[in-house]
């Protein structure tokens, strides 16, 4: 027996099963994300005083952009499967999970940097809350170039078999993608502007 609602939309949500349930996880995300954030202002606003300068702004903001870039080949990647054009899929794939490897890299020079000079978690109070929400941020990106390696890799058979489908999934893909770049819209200012 088939299950139902994996390629058309359900009748009671308009939305086929996929997407329903990576809205339903992406809530659950949003609460997790919401509850740090309003930690860090709790945590910020009680503080007498709070470092200023101690991240690289140029670093973050070439992240940034490598990010937003991300969410742009993300969307190229899907619109392409909806053209049909099973080449330009892979190519804007593989571009998505690359600029997610640059991100990594240029994250891991920024905590060898910190490391380095002791700055680690237990250094301060600051601290403790970059680590934290851009080291949750960064495990968001290693799975969401899990879930790619695997479109790009033994996934990619699904394409031939149920075209349909396989573009839901990119979609939904595409939509946990989008909310990591979000995290980061959000976390760039926070932690290195403010």
Not at 62 to 82: D, E, G, P, R
Request: aromatic content about 16%; glycine content about 10%.
């Amino acid at each position: 027996m088939e299950i139902p609602y994996i390629v058309e939309a359900r009748p009671d949500t308009g939305l086929h099963n996929g997407k329903l349930g990576i809205w339903l996880f992406l809530a659950s995300e949003v609460m997790l994300f919401g509850a740090l954030f309003s930690t860090y202002i709790l945590l910020r606003v009680g503080a007498s005083e709070w470092p200023h300068g101690e991240l690289s702004v140029p670093l973050g903001t070439v992240n940034t952009i490598i990010l937003i870039a991300s969410s742009v080949t993300m969307v190229m990647a899907w619109a392409s499967l909806k053209l049909n054009d099973w080449g330009k899929h892979r190519l804007y794939l593989g571009l998505t999970f690359l600029l997610a490897l640059v991100f990594l890299i240029n994250k891991y020079f920024e905590y060898s940097e910190h490391f380095g000079k002791g700055e680690g978690p237990w250094h301060s109070t600051f601290f403790a809350i970059y680590f934290t929400l851009t080291g949750l941020h960064g495990l968001h990106i290693v799975g969401g170039m899990v879930v790619m390696a695997y479109f790009l890799g033994p996934g990619a058979k699904l394409w031939k078999k149920n075209p349909d489908q396989f573009s839901n999934r990119i979609e939904a893909t595409g939509l946990y993608w989008h909310f990591v770049d979000l995290v980061w819209i959000f976390l760039f200012p926070v932690l290195y502007l403010l």
